[in-house]
């Protein structure tokens, strides 16, 4: 006997209407013996399409998820791509900058350099410059350098202030430093030529003292050989003798001669010390010379003739002039002399 359970109706995911299940067992419940078995897939069939349209629509909206995915992932490396791009892009600006940026600081640190350099320079030569005047006047006297100094007082060094640009002062001070490095070379030129000349002179002083030294050895030698006693006399402490009185014997030729005639006779050589000028001096040294060396008169044994009775005739004799008178006629003639060049009368 049927049962009378009351049959519930469910609807399949395909849509369809179909009994459910009964509550006794896993078969749909059926008035009567169940139908005989349906081997025609038809529902099953018909399950498919709904199936593969899941499936279709699954895998659409995987495919759209993927496509989506991938979109973004392009985008970002785009994105990336073009960042680095523009980077790449930026660096050589950025380094041009920089470059650009070091060679300004460079110029500056060029400019700077120079100009200290050039203060630097216009200070050792201004230095230069005092020490060579210094040395200059050492080697010339004061009044060598009296004209270089006047020029270094008139030509003061540039003062920045002075000038509208720094260009301008730049100019101004290496032209001043030229013209104190001119004036150094100049100055040291004079110094360097005094230093010559003077030791031209002095080459020539002791060449001219080794010479006069010389010929009086050899003279000396030469009169000792004839005089045993010629150093004891002639070098006799108590005679006195003259720088000038020495100079005038030893350039003289018969010198040992007349050192000689001092020691004999020292008063002649102190009547000669106590003139006072030098020259005067030499000029008594050179007639006391000429006596020594004229040749001795022989004394005639002839008595001389009587003077003239009343007569007022001037009797010539063969005596010499004392020096005492030479050196007086010397003063007058030279004083006469003098006389005549400050009238302007002798050029």
Do not use: C
């Not at 001043?176 to 230093?195: H, I, N, Y």
């Amino acid at each position: 006997m049927p049962d009378n359970t009351a049959l519930t109706m469910t609807t399949d995911p395909a849509g369809k209407v179909r009994p459910a299940v009964s509550a006794t067992q896993d078969l749909p419940a059926h008035f009567g013996t169940p139908p005989a078995k349906d081997n025609t897939a038809a529902p099953a069939a018909e399950d498919k399409p709904a199936d593969k349209s899941a499936d279709a629509t699954a895998e659409t909206k995987s495919g759209d998820q993927t496509a989506t995915t991938g979109d973004t992932t392009q985008k970002a490396e785009t994105a990336a791509d073009t960042a680095a791009a523009a980077a790449a892009d930026a660096k050589p600006a950025e380094d041009d900058a920089a470059k650009r940026e070091a060679g300004l600081k460079g110029e500056l640190t060029k400019e700077r350099n120079r100009r200290r350099a050039a203060e630097q320079n216009a200070t050792q030569n201004s230095e230069n410059l005092t020490r060579a005047l210094k040395q200059l006047e050492e080697a010339m006297g004061k009044n060598s350098t009296l004209e270089a100094k006047a020029q270094a007082e008139a030509d003061p060094r540039p003062l920045r202030e002075t000038f509208d640009t720094p260009e301008a002062y730049d100019k101004a001070l290496e032209d001043w430093s030229g013209r104190k490095a001119v004036a150094v070379a100049e100055a040291k030129g004079q110094t360097e030529k005094a230093a010559a000349d003077k030791k031209g002179r002095e080459d020539a002083q002791k060449a001219e003292s080794d010479r006069l030294s010389k010929a009086w050895t050899d003279r000396q030698a030469k009169f000792a050989a004839e005089h045993a006693d010629f150093e004891e006399v002639a070098f006799n402490d108590a005679v006195a003798i003259t720088p000038a009185m020495s100079a005038a014997i030893i350039r003289t030729e018969n010198g040992p001669e007349i050192a000689y005639h001092f020691g004999k006779n020292p008063e002649a050589a102190q009547r000669i010390a106590q003139i006072a000028d030098p020259m005067l001096q030499a000029i008594e040294i050179g007639r006391l010379s000429h006596q020594l060396s004229a040749p001795k008169a022989r004394v005639s044994r002839t008595p001389a003739p009587p003077s003239p009775i009343g007569s007022n005739a001037k009797v010539e004799t063969n005596e010499e002039p004392s020096m005492d008178a030479y050196a007086a006629t010397h003063r007058i003639t030279k004083a006469r002399e003098d006389a005549i060049k400050k009238a302007g009368l002798r050029h």
